[in-house]
């Protein structure tokens, strides 16, 4: 037998389902770390333009065209390629057009002599190449944070090349800067 008492203490069962759910405490009231990382995209643009042109090279020396010397200009993603005999600037031409490097290059003959080509990259190869940087640097961030066994960990992608990491409820703060933060390659497969 309850008494009156015992009987108003009794809480009805939508109230219970209500707040019986665990509330997630926001990063203000668990505590947390706030990164923000800049993917170097110039860098990544910089080392596929150089394994582009390696790749390049060794299929006009195939073709019988020599280069003397191939490099990017300083601050920019052009390159000018400059071939031994300016005899032999059709076969290259061929290479530079064929469709391994139609996607990658726009091809010009350069104002500096015969044999001397540059090549500038296409527009559409250098904003893909931004995006995909952006995206493998935020797939190899949230790998690392997943080995912290975080809960609600958000990474979420800011403007241009920055990306914001949020780790609620982090005891090891410097472990986590250092794990997360490891250089990393943007790769091509």
Request: proline share 3%; aromatic share 8%; hydrophobic share 35%.
């Amino acid at each position: 037998v309850r008494s009156a008492c015992e009987k108003s203490r009794v809480l009805p069962d939508w109230y219970t389902k209500i707040f019986s759910r665990r509330v997630t405490l926001g990063l203000d009231l668990n505590g947390c770390m706030h990164l923000i990382y800049t993917v170097k995209v110039d860098k990544a643009i910089e080392d596929r333009v150089d394994g582009l042109m390696g790749e390049m090279q060794a299929e006009l020396v195939k073709k019988g065209a020599l280069v003397e010397k191939a490099a990017r200009r300083p601050g920019s993603f052009k390159v000018e390629v400059k071939l031994e005999e300016a005899a032999k600037s059709d076969e290259a031409k061929k290479v530079f057009d064929s469709d391994n490097y139609r996607y990658f290059f726009f091809v010009s003959k350069s104002d500096t002599g015969a044999g001397v080509f540059e090549l500038t990259p296409k527009e559409d190869f250098v904003d893909d190449l931004r995006k995909k940087s952006v995206d493998q640097a935020m797939e190899r961030i949230r790998d690392r944070v997943d080995k912290l066994g975080l809960t609600e960990p958000q990474i979420t992608k800011l403007t241009g090349t920055e990306i914001q990491v949020q780790l609620p409820g982090v005891r090891e703060g410097e472990h986590a800067k250092e794990l997360i933060g490891q250089p990393a390659q943007l790769e091509f497969k």
